[in-house]
């Protein structure tokens, strides 16, 4: 095995730049920005940590790559390079959306923190070997969980990331269980090498047992019931901007792994491609092994998700039930394995957590003045933030499936999916009835959000809120991308579709 | 470059003026009004200009707007008389709605706001009409949604509108959850969204088993837009908009766009799903017919007026008749448009006053009010040779052919327009004008009429006087389309796309007789229905002037009170039972259907999310339980097997 | 019994004290100590499957070992973080007295 180390760097290099983003941005928090005022500060280092992604974008946009390192190890084709750059993008507006806070000091570190989980989703996007995977992934939720701790004036910061942490840890110990027994039946990580190893074994209960615990790792990451109990009570207690990227970032990386590892893993090697196994014995034998399961979390996750919603007061925590609800959505496309499952859910994880990282903004913005995220702070604001009530608006309406925003897309484009692959016999069709009927129950809930701020009375003495131009427009532009990406979803899965070709799923 | 392009500029230029109003004229009301004015009027223009210069046959424009694996779709116009008329109602009575919420609205402060969402709702309407295929429809179909909440709830302050229109927002999401799937299930099975495609491709023998359903759960979209039984409740709320809103929705375009999609997508529906289709329609006009006679709201009787209609046009499409469907509705939305528009006049000629028993004598007061109202109330009742006659007769003359039944039901409601309409005409036009003590209302009024004792007194000392042109004006225009709508050849033009074998009448005379030879019976049947209902509202309402209580107050009383001019007898026997009915039509209506189905549905919804919040403890080792208990039930789940 | 299944039991007889410990202990450190036994627990399969499977030579297995090691450590030092943050509010250490996020 050989390794030219040069051609590895310049294959990692979008990780390379943005891990030294991280580091400047630490670096100079600590030497010169150090005595300016917290704002500078978080504008100063905030550029910079923008700049970093940006230039990992560009470098990306411009160095397509298509390789395959150390035995999957580290895969770059056309479609991780995507995700990646949609990952970049969510990373940007966290951080855009991060520039206005004050709860913590430490902005050098909370900056290398993001950055460091931005690394993290986007080396796990290009594993294709067990042992990257579990790497990656507790390199994302390390961070994350010190993400939410970050507030230390607040008690319920400490409290969520706490809960997070360790609800994370033992899921994480699950995985790490599950993952040695597939190491053990197969004699491989390589997620290809797997597949072929296990493909004339059958399905015996020591696999199934590897497989449940995988897929419940997953289910952690995505919040999906019934291990989503740590969601709702991290998101309300997390500072927003760190509860906005645990929502979006992390979600996009996970459900991209988790189709990855459902396609190449469970079902055959990258070579052989997912239409041509599909008729296989074996597969048909895997696919009754977990389709099940995930059918089971899927219909849970959108019930209680959905439910639970309606009853909540605060507005962190509802968007948390809500986005247990949307992972419910998602699974549906997980369980279609096709290549246009993989698109349309991709798209969907990128345009709902660009949508939910403007929710979480405006949250931010309310939060700041009237010091909590209860419905009732939301009351009157159409007269007292005009832009910023009108992206709530576009949000939650995208949120709830309303057409042409980017949300409603979404949902077509991934029941449409999963009809086509169930088709002729329909078989995810009560899947999809039951999704769309849950849909309508979230209708409810988000109105409720909006009842709020355009009928319900200003509270006495309320004022006009100063927003920062900069927090206007960058929620304006999350509201532009997300009705755009409804408008004319091409742009995005015109390059999607294209990038699974190439990459040959 | 062809003509047919300049129907993207009639699609687009409502969409251009609401964004402009609402980015940069919001406080410039004339230039706003202007804007949106000049984009529907332009719009109209451009699509006469089409018709004439391109005609009548079906052509489609597209540019592809999608293509991703098997999901193609194009981003399109398809133009054909059905949707040409249907474009030309929208923009010609949308103009007129507009231009009279010029004066309408003229002190509302939220005057821009106003132009801009009526703007949207232009745009996401003439979306519907000119689509070429599903998925396009649907978006703006949830558009239409979108933008009638926020009209309906134009009045956000007043909490009723913002209820009204959450309701019906979240009662068009019912329906519009069966369309979607209805959508999928035909994408799925046809591989194809494109009208054009489908139509051509015998899609009912592609379906196989699953038309029927297909078909139906695609109903269920026009079920909420047109507001038909059992998804009905949301429209007579919905009055909570400004009136020349109620126009735009109950006339021309938003309960509209249900029945047109049907005749749009006619070629999906089977036999069984017609039948279907057709008692729905049925069943709604009945019911809203029986409603209207209770009201006393002049909007409210004008709203279930119009559900009865539509229930009228959709039975029209069940018969197999899409061809008279679209007919009604195309003099519906000219007579439909008058009225609520006279309606309007009124209410602001007495500030905001809108129970009939607190008006009378208007006809003195307002004659060009009056006199347009009293056509449009002939052309709904269906006077020969009125527009609402030959529409009506042609759908009353596909139930003769096909269904007896509904023919029988059809009649009924007939009779039932007339009377309630002449019920209305008589208490509110005729008669003297009432002062002295306000009347009884029914506790819903009394509910809200919070500040009402000081506007009582604005309105007492206050001499209605007419209208402005501005708003006379689109009433003399309404009331000349609504006169001679049923013999320009609307009828012919539907029926040469529907059934293009079929012999339809030409010239002038030809169609003023044809319902008399084509189909006697229905014809003779409409105008005794007509006869029927005028007689007994002249009866019971013609000398109403003197008596200032509402009949609402229940048959003892007012047998009583009224003694003087009502014929006791009568009383006592056709009108108590059919108060009865009425009444219990109501309580259904208030109670089993809005009451108890949706309150069930949210009841239960509510307290399961309550319930399951409790598993949500706080504390970190249950959540660890319950996530070891989840792994183990979906081990015991996979290995059980 | 061979060496395999032998190693198997144990490992998971590990993860079982491990899970038990979290679920059931109050102390925070403890829960975190229970989670670390079921890492090892996992770690302890990947040298069984590598020792007793087919390739030895090939080094998988122990490099996922020495991975995970690195990574519990981490963990723990993130978690010991956690819990002095928490220490610091609610002066105890206790999980099920950290309970003020519910619902």
């Given at each position: 095995?050989?390794?030219?180390?040069?051609?590895?760097?310049?294959?990692?290099?979008?990780?390379?730049?943005?891990?030294l983003?991280?580091?400047?941005?630490l670096?100079?928090?600590?030497?010169?920005?150090?005595?300016?005022?917290?704002?500078?500060?978080?504008?100063?280092?905030?550029?910079?940590?923008?700049?970093?992604?940006?230039?990992?974008?560009?470098?990306?946009?411009?160095?397509?790559?298509?390789a395959?390192?150390?035995?999957?190890?580290?895969?770059?084709?056309?479609l991780?390079?995507?995700?990646k750059?949609?990952?970049?993008g969510?990373?940007l507006?966290?951080?855009?959306?991060?520039?206005?806070s004050?709860?913590?000091?430490?902005?050098?570190?909370?900056?290398?923190?993001?950055?460091?989980?931005?690394?993290?989703?986007?080396?796990?996007?290009?594993?294709?070997?067990?042992?990257?995977?579990?790497?990656?992934?507790?390199?994302?939720?390390?961070?994350?969980?010190?993400?939410?701790?970050?507030?230390?004036?607040?008690?319920?910061?400490?409290?969520?990331?706490?809960?997070?942490?360790?609800?994370?840890?033992?899921?994480?110990?699950?995985?790490?269980?599950?993952?040695?027994?597939?190491?053990?039946?197969?004699?491989?990580?390589?997620?290809?090498?797997?597949?072929?190893a296990?493909?004339?074994?059958?399905?015996?209960?020591l696999?199934?047992?590897?497989?449940?615990?995988?897929?419940?790792?997953?289910?952690?990451?995505?919040?999906a019931?019934?291990?989503?109990?740590?969601a709702?009570?991290?998101?309300?207690?997390?500072?927003?901007?760190?509860?906005?990227?645990?929502?979006?970032?992390?979600?996009?990386?996970s459900?991209?792994?988790?189709?990855k590892?459902?396609m190449?893993?469970?079902?055959?090697?990258?070579?052989?491609?997912?239409?041509?196994?599909?008729?296989?014995?074996?597969?048909?034998?895997?696919?009754?092994?977990?389709?099940?399961?995930?059918?089971?979390?899927?219909?849970?996750?959108m019930?209680?998700?959905?439910?639970?919603?309606?009853?909540?007061?605060?507005?962190?925590?509802l968007?948390?039930?809500?986005?247990?609800?949307?992972?419910g959505?998602?699974?549906?496309?997980v369980?279609?394995?096709?290549?246009?499952?993989?698109?349309?859910?991709?798209y969907?994880?990128?345009?709902y957590?660009?949508?939910?990282?403007g929710?979480?903004?405006?949250?931010?913005?309310?939060?700041?003045?009237?010091?909590?995220?209860?419905?009732?702070?939301f009351?009157?604001?159409?007269?007292?933030?005009?832009?910023?009530s009108?992206?709530?608006?576009?949000?939650?309406?995208?949120?709830?499936?309303?057409?042409?925003?980017?949300?409603?897309?979404?949902k077509?484009?991934?029941?449409a999916?999963a009809?086509?692959?169930?088709?002729?016999?329909?078989?995810?069709l009560?899947?999809?009835?039951?999704?769309i009927?849950?849909?309508?129950?979230?209708?409810?809930?988000?109105?409720?959000?909006l009842?709020?701020?355009?009928?319900?009375?200003?509270?006495?003495g309320?004022?006009?809120?100063?927003?920062?131009v900069?927090?206007q427009?960058?929620?304006?532009?999350?509201?532009?991308?997300?009705?755009?990406?409804?408008?004319?979803?091409?742009?995005?899965?015109?390059?999607?579709?294209?990038?699974?070709?190439?990459?040959?799923? | 470059?062809?003509?047919e392009?300049?129907?993207?500029?009639?699609?687009?230029?409502?969409?251009?003026?609401?964004?402009?109003?609402?980015?940069?004229?919001?406080?410039?009301?004339a230039?706003?009004?202007?804007?949106?004015?000049?984009?529907?009027?332009?719009?109209?223009?451009?699509?006469?200009?089409v018709?004439?210069f391109?005609?009548?046959?079906?052509?489609?424009?597209?540019?592809?707007?999608?293509?991703i694996?098997?999901?193609?779709?194009?981003?399109?116009l398809?133009l054909?008389?059905?949707?040409l008329?249907?474009?030309?109602?929208?923009?010609?009575?949308?103009?007129?709605i507009h231009?009279?919420s010029?004066?309408?609205?003229r002190?509302?402060?939220?005057?821009?706001?106003?132009?801009?969402?009526?703007?949207?709702?232009t745009?996401?309407?003439?979306?519907?009409?000119?689509?070429?295929?599903?998925?396009?429809?649907?978006?703006?179909?949830?558009?239409?949604?979108?933008?009638?909440?926020?009209?309906?709830?134009?009045?956000?302050?007043?909490?009723?509108?913002?209820?009204?229109?959450?309701?019906?927002?979240?009662?068009?999401?019912?329906?519009?959850?069966?369309?979607?799937?209805?959508?999928l299930?035909i994408?799925?099975?046809l591989?194809?969204?494109?009208?054009?495609?489908?139509?051509?491709?015998?899609?009912?023998?592609?379906?196989?088993?699953?038309?029927?359903?297909?078909?139906?759960?695609?109903?269920?979209?026009?079920?909420?837009?047109?507001?038909?039984?059992?998804?009905?409740?949301?429209l007579?709320?919905?009055?909570?908009?400004?009136?020349?809103?109620?126009?735009?929705?109950?006339?021309?375009?938003?309960?509209?766009?249900?029945?047109?999609?049907?005749?749009r997508?006619?070629?999906?529906?089977?036999?069984?799903?017609?039948?279907?289709?057709?008692?729905?329609?049925?069943?709604?006009?009945?019911l809203?017919?029986?409603?209207?006679?209770?009201?006393?709201?002049?909007?409210?009787?004008?709203?279930?007026?119009?559900?009865?209609?539509?229930?009228?046009?959709?039975?029209?499409?069940?018969?197999?008749?899409?061809?008279?469907?679209m007919?009604?509705?195309?003099?519906?939305?000219?007579?439909?448009?008058?009225?609520?528009?006279?309606a309007?006049?009124?209410?602001?000629?007495?500030?905001?006053?809108?129970?009939?028993?607190?008006?009378?004598?208007?006809?003195?007061?307002?004659?060009?009010?009056?006199?347009?109202?009293?056509?449009?109330?002939?052309?709904?009742?269906?006077?020969?040779?009125?527009?609402?006659?030959?529409s009506?007769d042609?759908?009353?003359?596909?139930?003769?052919?096909n269904?007896?039944?509904?023919?029988i039901?059809?009649?009924?409601?007939?009779?039932?327009?007339?009377?309630?309409?002449?019920?209305?005409?008589?208490?509110?036009?005729?008669?003297?004008?009432?002062t002295?003590?306000?009347?009884?209302?029914?506790?819903?009024?009394?509910?809200?009429?919070?500040?009402?004792?000081?506007r009582?007194?604005?309105?007492?000392?206050?001499?209605?006087?007419?209208?402005?042109?501005v708003?006379?004006?689109?009433?003399?225009?309404l009331?000349?389309?609504?006169?001679?709508?049923g013999?320009?050849?609307i009828?012919?033009?539907?029926?040469?796309m529907f059934?293009?074998?079929?012999?339809?009448?030409?010239?002038?005379?030809?169609?003023?007789?044809?319902?008399?030879q084509?189909?006697?019976?229905?014809?003779?049947?409409?105008?005794a229905?007509?006869?029927?209902?005028?007689?007994?509202?002249?009866?019971?309402?013609?000398n109403?002037?003197?008596?200032?209580?509402?009949?609402?107050?229940?048959?003892?009383?007012?047998?009583?009170?009224?003694?003087?001019?009502?014929d006791?007898?009568?009383?006592a026997?056709?009108?108590?039972?059919?108060?009865?009915?009425?009444?219990?039509?109501?309580?259904?209506?208030?109670?089993i259907?809005?009451?108890?189905?949706?309150?069930?549905?949210r009841?239960?919804?509510?307290?399961?999310?309550?319930?399951?919040?409790?598993?949500?403890?706080?504390?970190?080792?249950?959540?660890?339980?319950?996530f070891?208990?989840?792994?183990?039930?979906?081990?015991?789940?996979?290995?059980?097997? | 019994?061979?060496?395999?299944?032998?190693?198997?039991l144990l490992?998971?007889?590990?993860?079982?004290?491990?899970?038990?410990?979290?679920?059931?202990r109050?102390?925070?450190?403890?829960?975190?100590?229970?989670?670390?036994?079921?890492?090892?627990?996992?770690?302890?399969?990947?040298?069984?499957?590598w020792?007793?499977?087919?390739?030895?030579?090939?080094?998988?297995?122990?490099m996922?070992?020495?991975f995970?090691?690195?990574?519990?450590?981490?963990?723990?030092?993130?978690?010991?973080?956690?819990?002095?943050?928490?220490?610091?509010?609610?002066?105890?250490?206790?999980?099920?007295?950290?309970?003020?996020?519910?619902g």
């Amino acid at each position: 095995m050989n390794v030219s180390y040069l051609e590895l760097l310049k294959l990692a290099a979008p990780e390379t730049i943005v891990v030294l983003t991280a580091l400047a941005a630490l670096v100079v928090d600590l030497t010169s920005t150090r005595d300016l005022e917290a704002r500078f500060r978080f504008i100063i280092n905030g550029m910079i940590a923008c700049a970093g992604c940006v230039a990992a974008i560009v470098w990306m946009l411009v160095m397509p790559a298509h390789a395959n390192a150390l035995e999957g190890m580290f895969v770059v084709d056309p479609l991780t390079q995507v995700v990646k750059i949609a990952l970049l993008g969510l990373t940007l507006f966290t951080v855009l959306i991060s520039m206005d806070s004050t709860f913590t000091e430490h902005i050098g570190e909370y900056l290398a923190l993001i950055l460091l989980a931005a690394v993290g989703m986007m080396f796990l996007v290009s594993a294709e070997d067990i042992l990257m995977i579990f790497i990656s992934l507790e390199l994302t939720s390390l961070s994350l969980y010190i993400l939410a701790a970050f507030n230390k004036r607040d008690v319920n910061s400490a409290e969520a990331a706490l809960k997070y942490f360790l609800f994370g840890g033992m899921a994480a110990a699950f995985t790490l269980f599950g993952l040695s027994l597939l190491y053990g039946l197969s004699g491989a990580t390589n997620l290809g090498q797997i597949a072929a190893a296990l493909e004339d074994k059958g399905l015996d209960p020591l696999l199934i047992v590897a497989m449940v615990m995988i897929v419940l790792g997953f289910g952690f990451k995505v919040a999906a019931v019934p291990f989503h109990l740590w969601a709702p009570d991290a998101y309300q207690g997390a500072p927003t901007p760190s509860a906005a990227f645990i929502a979006s970032g992390s979600k996009v990386a996970s459900f991209f792994i988790f189709a990855k590892v459902m396609m190449i893993g469970f079902t055959g090697g990258e070579t052989n491609g997912v239409h041509e196994i599909a008729g296989s014995a074996a597969w048909q034998q895997f696919v009754s092994g977990w389709t099940p399961v995930v059918a089971v979390v899927a219909v849970l996750s959108m019930l209680l998700g959905n439910l639970v919603a309606i009853v909540q007061s605060s507005v962190k925590r509802l968007i948390a039930y809500s986005a247990i609800a949307h992972a419910g959505y998602m699974l549906i496309g997980v369980m279609a394995h096709s290549g246009e499952a993989v698109a349309s859910l991709v798209y969907y994880a990128v345009t709902y957590g660009l949508t939910t990282i403007g929710a979480f903004g405006v949250v931010a913005v309310v939060e700041a003045r009237s010091k909590d995220d209860q419905l009732a702070s939301f009351a009157g604001l159409s007269r007292r933030a005009p832009v910023v009530s009108l992206c709530m608006m576009i949000f939650m309406l995208s949120l709830a499936g309303i057409p042409p925003l980017a949300g409603f897309f979404g949902k077509f484009y991934v029941f449409a999916a999963a009809l086509k692959t169930g088709a002729p016999n329909l078989g995810l069709l009560w899947l999809v009835i039951l999704a769309i009927a849950m849909s309508a129950v979230s209708f409810y809930y988000y109105l409720q959000v909006l009842k709020q701020i355009y009928v319900a009375d200003m509270p006495a003495g309320a004022e006009e809120l100063r927003v920062p131009v900069l927090g206007q427009v960058v929620l304006g532009l999350i509201a532009v991308g997300v009705i755009l990406l409804g408008c004319a979803p091409n742009l995005l899965v015109g390059v999607l579709q294209a990038s699974i070709k190439a990459a040959g799923l | 470059m062809k003509v047919e392009a300049l129907t993207w500029l009639v699609l687009f230029l409502p969409l251009l003026a609401a964004g402009i109003i609402t980015l940069f004229t919001l406080r410039n009301k004339a230039v706003s009004a202007t804007l949106s004015i000049g984009a529907i009027v332009t719009g109209f223009v451009l699509t006469l200009a089409v018709i004439k210069f391109g005609g009548w046959d079906a052509r489609e424009l597209s540019v592809n707007w999608l293509s991703i694996g098997s999901l193609n779709v194009d981003f399109g116009l398809k133009l054909d008389a059905l949707s040409l008329m249907m474009l030309l109602i929208v923009t010609g009575v949308g103009s007129a709605i507009h231009i009279y919420s010029y004066g309408y609205m003229r002190d509302d402060p939220g005057f821009s706001r106003f132009f801009a969402c009526m703007s949207l709702f232009t745009f996401s309407m003439l979306g519907i009409v000119l689509a070429n295929n599903f998925l396009q429809m649907f978006i703006f179909w949830e558009l239409v949604g979108v933008s009638s909440y926020l009209l309906i709830g134009f009045w956000f302050e007043k909490p009723s509108a913002a209820d009204a229109a959450k309701k019906a927002f979240i009662t068009n999401r019912l329906g519009d959850l069966g369309f979607i799937l209805g959508i999928l299930i035909i994408f799925t099975a046809l591989g194809s969204l494109n009208f054009t495609v489908l139509e051509s491709g015998n899609s009912i023998a592609a379906l196989g088993g699953m038309a029927t359903l297909g078909g139906l759960l695609v109903f269920c979209g026009a079920i909420g837009k047109s507001a038909q039984f059992p998804l009905h409740v949301w429209l007579p709320d919905a009055m909570e908009g400004p009136t020349p809103v109620s126009a735009l929705i109950h006339a021309a375009t938003m309960v509209a766009a249900g029945v047109y999609m049907l005749c749009r997508v006619f070629f999906i529906f089977t036999p069984d799903a017609l039948t279907v289709i057709s008692w729905i329609g049925g069943i709604t006009a009945l019911l809203a017919a029986l409603i209207a006679v209770q009201q006393n709201d002049i909007k409210r009787i004008l709203a279930y007026s119009t559900l009865s209609q539509l229930g009228y046009m959709v039975m029209g499409v069940g018969l197999t008749a899409p061809e008279a469907g679209m007919f009604h509705l195309t003099t519906h939305a000219f007579f439909k448009a008058l009225l609520f528009l006279g309606a309007g006049s009124v209410i602001i000629a007495l500030h905001h006053e809108q129970d009939i028993w607190k008006m009378g004598g208007l006809r003195k007061k307002m004659p060009v009010t009056f006199w347009t109202f009293m056509v449009g109330t002939l052309a709904l009742a269906g006077v020969w040779p009125l527009s609402g006659f030959f529409s009506k007769d042609a759908i009353l003359a596909a139930a003769h052919e096909n269904n007896l039944l509904l023919f029988i039901l059809g009649v009924a409601v007939a009779a039932l327009t007339t009377f309630y309409m002449f019920r209305l005409v008589f208490v509110a036009f005729l008669g003297d004008r009432r002062t002295g003590v306000a009347p009884v209302s029914d506790s819903k009024e009394a509910a809200q009429a919070g500040d009402e004792s000081m506007r009582q007194a604005r309105r007492l000392s206050y001499e209605p006087h007419e209208s402005p042109g501005v708003v006379i004006w689109p009433l003399r225009i309404l009331a000349v389309a609504s006169v001679v709508g049923g013999v320009i050849g609307i009828e012919a033009l539907f029926g040469g796309m529907f059934k293009p074998d079929a012999a339809h009448p030409h010239g002038l005379l030809a169609q003023l007789v044809y319902p008399f030879q084509h189909a006697p019976v229905a014809a003779l049947s409409g105008l005794a229905a007509f006869a029927v209902g005028l007689f007994a509202a002249w009866k019971l309402y013609a000398n109403a002037k003197t008596d200032p209580l509402p009949d609402k107050l229940g048959a003892l009383s007012r047998a009583m009170a009224n003694r003087f001019y009502f014929d006791e007898i009568y009383e006592a026997t056709v009108i108590r039972i059919h108060d009865a009915i009425a009444a219990i039509a109501d309580w259904i209506d208030r109670w089993i259907i809005e009451g108890f189905c949706i309150g069930l549905v949210r009841g239960g919804t509510d307290l399961t999310g309550r319930a399951l919040r409790l598993v949500q403890t706080g504390n970190l080792q249950t959540y660890a339980f319950l996530f070891v208990l989840g792994v183990a039930v979906v081990l015991w789940f996979v290995l059980g097997k | 019994m061979t060496p395999l299944a032998g190693y198997l039991l144990l490992s998971a007889m590990l993860f079982a004290i491990g899970l038990a410990g979290a679920l059931t202990r109050r102390n925070a450190i403890i829960v975190l100590i229970g989670i670390e036994l079921m890492l090892n627990a996992a770690n302890l399969n990947f040298l069984a499957f590598w020792r007793f499977g087919e390739h030895p030579e090939a080094l998988a297995g122990i490099m996922f070992v020495i991975f995970s090691i690195g990574v519990a450590a981490a963990e723990a030092a993130v978690g010991l973080a956690l819990i002095i943050a928490i220490y610091r509010h609610y002066k105890t250490a206790n999980v099920d007295e950290v309970n003020s996020l519910k619902g």
